[in-house]
């Protein structure tokens, strides 16, 4: 009995303990548009191939999905489809990327606003301004990174 109590009470805990952190990671990071995100002293931030890799595929599922959005003819698992194609790519490069620390502080004000496109895109209203906010990250991310070839996306 008393196992069995305190096998709950930590059940219990760990849940409560772990709980909002998934309700946080869900909603949009109001900090993130406090941040502005700046140049290295005039210059654009290195990047690495896990970086130029993910980020040219979140642009490339963007491109893809702008014509349609723009028509209205994207639905709502559209918008799931594009929202989770785009956290794997996020999720990948955060797993690969690495980057010097200044340059990784940086990177993290595009993905936050990346990131709340996303949660806006799975809503149930508005999901084009996800996209919106994704796209205006995109080109935050061509002008302060250095990755050859980048070209902002035409909206």
């Avoid at 559209?78 to 999720?91: C, H, K, N, S, T």
């Amino acid at each position: 009995m008393f196992t069995t109590r305190l096998l709950m009470s930590g059940l219990i805990a760990f849940g409560l303990a772990s709980a909002p952190t998934g309700v946080v990671a869900a909603e949009p990071h109001a900090h993130a548009a406090t941040e502005k995100i700046r140049l290295d002293n005039g210059k654009k931030w290195p990047t690495d191939a896990a970086l130029r890799r993910g980020m040219s595929e979140i642009r490339t599922a963007m491109a893809d999905a702008l014509a349609p959005i723009h028509r209205n003819k994207f639905s709502s698992e559209d918008f799931e489809q594009l929202a989770g194609r785009v956290q794997g790519q996020i999720d990948y490069v955060t797993a690969n990327c690495k980057l010097p620390e200044a340059a990784d502080h940086q990177l993290h004000v595009v993905l936050e606003q990346i990131l709340d496109g996303i949660a806006i895109m799975k809503a149930d209203k508005g999901r084009d301004q996800g996209a919106v906010k994704i796209v205006q990250a995109l080109d935050q991310y061509g002008a302060h990174f250095n990755h050859a070839g980048w070209k902002k996306l035409t909206h």
